[in-house]
């Protein structure tokens, strides 16, 4: 597929360019995104989109939004300020912009998956679904990982953030902002991977995500991390696997689900 450039900024706008736009950029740099003199919007990601692809936006506030990224048209000019891509609420922001692979399903097909899916902890009945087509959805899910400023997160599967039209208000990202703070990172990643979290108070932890179990898509997470008073998690960022790595002691935590990571000095 033909890939396209498209970018995110605080207000919940999104604009789609070819990445022919781009093709020769001078040593200065180019202009990518025009913003409105009295504007107090800004940039918040980029990414590279195929047509096949959705654009997922997450908020402060603990919202969500999916769409199809070809629901963006492609603009010719650079200089364009974008279009609507969520509507937001009081000063809430977009912090997030990810790129979701896109899975042919309905959204029974989805439910029904995601009641009897592997990493689902209790099970009734049995699926309607064929052996074969819970095997395909389980080999193309994608997951979906939020992180709060006073430490707390969770997974949930991509297959409860159903595709809307954009510009709507999204729905329920994580619940619980009151007491999990601000949602500070919302990314794709898997139990596989690692996750790097920084605080304002310039501690940094690494640790697995392998004992982070899936949960629901509005459920208000668990403590990844034990911050202290006055302290907050303002960064967080994804380290894929990497084989033989050893991530124990104290950059690592042995249990993430149910428990309190270590802080670090």
Request: hydrophobic share 35%; glycine share 10%; aromatic share 6%.
């Amino acid at each position: 597929d033909k890939l396209s450039v498209v970018f995110a900024t605080a207000k919940g706008s999104v604009r789609r360019n070819s990445m022919d736009a781009f093709a020769n950029v001078p040593s200065n740099g180019k202009f990518a995104m025009r913003f409105e003199d009295d504007s107090a919007d800004r940039l918040i990601g980029v990414a590279l989109l195929e047509a096949s692809d959705d654009v997922l936006l997450a908020t402060r506030a603990g919202k969500a939004i999916r769409f199809a990224g070809d629901e963006v048209r492609e603009f010719q000019s650079r200089t364009s300020t974008g279009v609507r891509g969520m509507t937001l609420k009081g000063d809430d922001e977009v912090i997030s912009l990810s790129i979701l692979h896109r899975v042919g399903t309905s959204s029974e097909e989805r439910e029904e998956y995601v009641k009897y899916a592997p990493w689902k902890g209790e099970k009734e009945g049995e699926p309607s679904l064929s052996a074969e087509r819970m095997t395909e959805l389980h080999e193309r899910e994608q997951f979906i990982l939020t992180v709060c400023a006073n430490g707390y997160g969770k997974m949930s599967s991509a297959y409860e953030y159903r595709r809307t039209g954009r510009g709507g208000q999204g729905i329920t990202n994580i619940d619980n902002i009151a007491r999990n703070g601000p949602v500070v990172a919302s990314f794709p990643a898997t139990q596989a991977d690692q996750l790097m979290l920084v605080t304002d108070q310039a501690k940094l932890i690494r640790l697995p995500l392998e004992s982070l179990r899936v949960i629901g898509r509005g459920s208000a997470g668990v403590r990844l991390f034990n911050v202290a008073d006055q302290e907050h998690v303002v960064s967080a960022v994804r380290l894929a696997e990497t084989e033989g790595e050893d991530v124990d002691g104290e950059d690592g935590a042995d249990e993430v689900e149910g428990g309190e990571a270590p802080t670090t000095e």
